[in-house]
């Protein structure tokens, strides 16, 4: 008998949902059922990704979000629950990098790549789990789930992007952390680190020379889709995931093996 995850009746809030994965998890969150919540700074892209849901037969709504921000943080996540109802699960996506050696690095790029993968993913998980727990886990035991996006690059060091592996580290432990202290409030905290994905961002570069060599040294010779996260993505978003607490989930087609 076949069986599909089936997310009607939760709230899904999405950062950095205004293009890449982000985009990609909001639109497959929505069409298992949920309502989602697309947060991000570009507003005007949100708007565009919430009208193509709402046109599918989805429910989105779209909040300012500033992950570097503290009290942008706070006052999105509040406004993120009046318009769409209390929050079960958290996709802690907004993410930045930069590439240089690490003798280059400047104190503005450290504090550029480590506020928002780091102090913003943190502070963004803290404020809605403060939430969650205030609600309780009573006898109708809500499940609910945080999903942080880390990186391959958190598992081993990249050259030129030695900043962006540190903070992504600091994610994969802090997912660990969160699990641990979290899980008795029914909170489900894991992460995904996603290997090379082709998005809109980096899509030019697969046709560079330098992107043709990056690919020959990958295992299977190609690099992933986001649709290539789906199922994994969905998985830990469902109730059916309440038994996978603090793991560390690698989609890289075998990268970092």
């Known amino acids: ?8 009746g939760k709230v899904a809030l999405i950062t950095g949902a205004s293009s890449g994965l982000g985009k990609r998890f909001a639109q497959v969150l ?4 949920a309502k989602v919540v ?3 700074r570009r507003t005007e892209r949100l708007k565009e990704l919430r009208a193509e849901i709402e046109s599918s037969g989805g429910a989105a709504h779209v909040v300012a979000l500033d992950v570097t921000d503290y009290q942008s943080i706070k006052s999105a996540i509040a406004h993120a629950e009046t318009e769409a109802g209390t929050i079960d699960i958290l996709v802690n996506n907004s993410g930045v990098s930069t590439q240089q050696k690490l003798t280059e690095v400047t104190p503005s790029d450290f504090e550029f790549v480590f506020g928002t993968n780091v ?14 727990i205030m609600r309780g886990n009573g006898p109708s035991k809500p499940l609910y789930r945080i999903i942080n996006i880390a990186s ?9 992007l030695g900043i962006y592996s540190m903070s992504k580290a600091a994610v994969v432990q ?3 952390a969160m699990a641990l202290d979290w899980g008795r409030h029914g909170i489900n905290v894991n992460a995904i680190c996603p290997g090379y994905i082709d998005t ?5 570069h697969w046709k560079t020379e330098q992107g043709q060599k990056l690919i020959s040294m990958l295992p299977r010779r190609r690099v992933g889709s986001p649709g290539d996260l789906d ?3 969905l998985l830990l978003a469902a109730d059916e995931s309440q038994f996978i607490n603090g793991s560390v989930i690698s989609a890289d087609d075998g990268f970092s093996l």
């Open 30 to 33: 929505s069409q298992a059922g």
């Open 38 to 40: 697309l947060a991000s």
């Open 174 to 176: 802090m997912t660990k």
């Open 1 to 8: 008998m076949g069986r599909s995850i089936n997310l009607e």
């Open 119 to 132: 102090r913003g993913a943190f502070f963004v998980a803290q404020e809605v789990a403060k939430r969650m």
């Open 200 to 204: 809109e961002i980096n899509h030019h």
């Open 152 to 160: 391959v690059a958190g598992l081993r060091p990249f050259p030129q």
């Open 231 to 233: 199922g994994l993505l």
